[in-house]
């Protein structure tokens, strides 16, 4: 006769738990957005300091509190005859109206230079040429051409995004493997069908990679936009403000343009993850 014994507790406690049991609490949260709030603490607790202890003088690193007031003033009261809602409009329409252009363009045109090299010779050498150029090399021939309105502005925005979303669509056109294509026109896909449910689909990724290095460039360009006959804009403002050494309304500017950056690259995220739900599942 066998005499089944309990376990004692200490044997209890010491059997191995169950393969995917986990204690409730802080170990199932994952370290991202922690390490994000550490680093921006951080870097917020480091401007404090050199501003508090007078590292180096208020006029090239403001204290955040004087920052914080020039926000509030400018929201409230305005800056030059605009308000802070008002510069920040007439930036994101100058931002966002080439950046929709550029991507309504540039997008088919790098289909079209990846998928026929005919294409290719006739356009790549002229965006190999202008793509490395530096925006004000080429803004006063704008200026010129197109006047100092919005228009001359837009365009250089648009010129500034293209290269991006043009190289990153030929790149996806190219990354497609010769196996998925001839395994499309063997069940009877015709060229056209092949580009729609093969080709493009598999661009996908690149295409929004490269929407958001193209929002980055457009971005790094608007200062410069607002540079000639420009009286509005969050780069019209910030560069106003170093005519007068106000560093804190330079800073204020620059923490906008950064955020609503930001803004405009988690819309881009948002839409890919919706579009292309398949990325990084393969």
Same mark, same amino acid.
């Given at each position: ?92 329409? %100058? &931002?966002? #109206? !080439? $950046? ?5 363009? @540039?997008?088919?045109?790098?289909? =079209? ?98 929407? %958001? &290095?193209? #929002? !980055? $460039? ?5 200062? @410069?936009?607002?540079?000639?006959? =420009? ?52």
């Amino acid at each position: 006769m066998v005499v089944s014994v309990p376990p004692t507790r200490a044997a209890a406690r010491a059997a191995p738990k169950p393969a995917g049991h986990r204690r409730p609490g802080l170990a199932g949260l994952r370290p991202e957005p922690f390490l994000t709030a550490l680093t921006l603490i951080s870097v917020f607790l480091v401007w404090y300091a050199i501003a508090r202890f007078r590292v180096v003088s208020e006029l090239f690193v403001p204290h955040p509190a004087s920052v914080w007031q020039a926000f509030l003033d400018i929201l409230t009261e305005g800056y030059r005859g605009g308000t802070l809602l008002h510069h920040l409009f007439d930036s994101l329409y %100058r &931002v966002v #109206v !080439g $950046f929709l252009l550029a991507v309504a363009t @540039a997008v088919p045109l790098g289909l =079209a230079i990846g998928y026929s090299s005919k294409v290719q010779a006739i356009f790549d050498p002229i965006i190999e040429f202008y793509r490395p150029l530096p925006p004000l090399a080429y803004y006063t021939l704008l200026v010129i051409w197109l006047g100092i309105e919005n228009e001359s502005k837009i365009a250089l925005l648009y010129l500034a995004a293209f290269p991006p979303l043009s190289v990153s669509a030929m790149a996806g056109v190219r990354g497609v493997t010769a196996e998925r294509i001839q395994g499309a026109q063997s069940l009877g896909a015709s060229r056209w069908q092949v580009f729609r449910y093969v080709v493009f689909p598999s661009c996908l990724p690149d295409i929004f990679t490269g929407m %958001r &290095v193209s #929002v !980055g $460039f457009t971005y790094t360009t608007l200062v @410069a936009a607002e540079m000639v006959a =420009a009286t509005s804009g969050i780069g019209w403002m910030v560069l106003d403000a170093s005519k007068f050494l106000r560093s804190d309304v330079i800073f204020m500017g620059n923490i906008v343009m950064g955020l609503t950056g930001l803004g405009l690259d988690r819309l881009i995220r948002v839409a890919e993850r919706r579009v292309v739900p398949w990325k990084g599942k393969a």
